[in-house]
């Protein structure tokens, strides 16, 4: 079976400050991790994915994670927050042999000025 | 087209009645998933068509959700005598060959059952 956990309901950081957004996954195999955001009565967006390879991977508006295999963790970070940031982030796990993206519960994040 | 996209947007039904919620996904893409994302959760695995074929639905619920892909493009979600319960946003998926492809979203169908 395959599992993400984003420990965080909501993460708030101020505009300009860097933001982590927490993701661990639990897999039988090598993981597939990805993460997406949700904008108000928008669809998923795909932001950036780490299939193998480097740990640190780079994706949309400015954003990266870095995948740790030791800790199981799939960290979302911005080194510099935007108010336009402010969505609702998900993690999200698949295997080579599976057929079904399983996804987190979610992290609101709020960036304030 | 150059998006996923779902009809209707926003459905509104009473107990009891049938449903269908209708995807029309990327136009090449043989991968079709169906989620359900209910109020405060992450989007909850339904099915996931390769062509035409259901290549895996353990994630329907029950027998009073089925869905279809006739053609290998537009698939369409079938809910029978739904219940309150039933009450979420059902978002469809696209891709190419599953794995690590990148799923493209629609924007869901909004389904509210009184």
């Known amino acids: 079976a395959q599992s993400v956990a984003q420990p965080e309901d909501q993460v708030n950081v101020a505009e300009g400050n860097p933001l982590t957004v927490k993701c661990t996954y639990s897999?039988?195999?090598?993981?597939?991790l990805f993460w997406y955001v949700q904008y108000p009565n928008r669809g998923l967006q795909f932001l950036l994915k780490?299939?193998?390879?480097?740990?640190l991977v780079k994706g949309s508006y400015g954003f990266e994670a870095e995948f740790n295999k030791s800790q199981t963790s799939f960290h979302l970070k911005k080194p510099s927050a935007l108010v336009s940031d402010s969505a609702l982030y998900f993690c999200?796990?698949?295997?080579?042999?599976?057929?079904?993206?399983?996804f987190g519960t979610g992290t609101r994040l709020q960036v304030t000025l | 087209g150059a998006g996923v996209s779902q009809t209707p947007s926003n459905k509104v039904t009473e107990k009891g009645k049938y449903v269908e919620l209708r995807c029309d996904p990327i136009?090449?893409?043989?991968?079709l998933y169906w989620y359900r994302q209910s109020l405060g959760q992450g989007p909850e695995f339904l099915i996931y068509?390769?062509?035409?074929?259901?290549?895996?639905d353990s994630g329907l619920p029950n027998d009073r959700f089925f869905a279809v892909r006739p053609e290998g493009s537009v698939s369409t979600l079938k809910i029978q005598r739904t219940e309150r319960g039933d009450s979420a946003v059902y978002l469809c998926?696209?891709?190419?060959?599953?794995?690590?492809?990148?799923?493209?979203f629609g924007a869901g169908s909004r389904l509210t059952v009184l």
């Open positions: 998926a696209s891709s190419l060959p599953s794995g690590a492809n990148v799923l493209t």
């Open positions: 136009s090449g893409h043989t991968a």
């Open positions: 780490y299939i193998t390879g480097d740990n």
């Open positions: 068509f390769q062509g035409t074929g259901a290549a895996d």
């Open positions: 999200a796990v698949i295997t080579g042999t599976a057929s079904k993206l399983t």
């Open positions: 897999v039988s195999g090598n993981p597939y």
